[in-house]
């Protein structure tokens, strides 16, 4: 038997919308690539998390860089949060990140109740943009809608009719368009940050996807999760080369029309203040952190 099969069951975040984040999945996958310290994984009733002491600091399993939401699995995430720390030895640090602000609320409570002092603050956002079938590009700002469609148009003029295809078979593609990136985005995809997505593509959810010109040419990627809420937009990628036709906004319209047909009713851009995301209209949807001291 394993310690990660306490996360195994029906147990279900209780903060809505946050992927694949808090299962067991991805934080394996995590674990097995990125991960350093002394693992554990923590249950109080019907509640658990996997939580990380790395030195004298406990944080949840997931690092923030590649992490976008934390929250403990069943109704009581401050309980389990307690559990972990009641285990933790004195002095250590606490630092529960990137937590929505309904489960930071209850992780400070359950942690206060413990007579520890916490300090509660926002330290990110991630971007969301709220879909409908029935006009799927209402969820962009007025002005940019008008501007999707130009570039669409553009995009068709020079290269052809653009075309989404999905399948693992775009990996090598996406990887490749990422590495041809200026500056921290090309730096970004290690060798080991590959083989980290290579087997993150295959857990439940996981979803690759390329624009493809006319003539069948990768000109942008796109590398998500779905559930039945959302399409999570983990990581992109597209072809310098084809900057001046806008792969990454043509592959986003042609993303958020297939999302909105399929029903789904959220479009989360995840952590990140990139302009784009604001440009489209995008709705901040807080992010907190809860620390302390053992």
Known sequence: MSEWDVLDGDRHPMAEAVGPFPHRPFL???WRHRGAGSLAVVSHGSSAAAVVTLGDTMAFAG????TDYHAPLGPDPGGVAAAAVASATAGTRFHFDSMPGEVAQLVAAALGSAGIDVATRQHEAAMVLD?????PLSALASKQRHEVRRKVRRFAEALGEPRLVGGAG????????HRMADGDKGGFMTE?????????LVIPG???DLLLTAAGDPVAATFGFVDEAAYYLYNSSFDPGAAAVSPGIVILK???ERE???GRRRFDLLKGDDPYKHRLGARPRALFSVEGVV
């Not at 775009?170 to 368009?177: C, I, L, P, Q, S």
């Not at 080991?192 to 993150?200: G, K, N, Q, V, W």
């Open 28 to 30: 394996e996958t995590w």
């Open 63 to 66: 690092d923030e860089e590649v």
């Open 131 to 135: 879909l409908s079938a029935a006009d």
């Open 170 to 177: 775009g990996f090598d593609a996406f990887v490749a368009m």
């Open 192 to 200: 080991a940050t590959e083989e980290f997505f290579r087997d993150l």
């Open 206 to 208: 996981a979803v690759m």
């Open 254 to 256: 042609l993303l958020i």
């Open 260 to 262: 909105s047909e399929a």
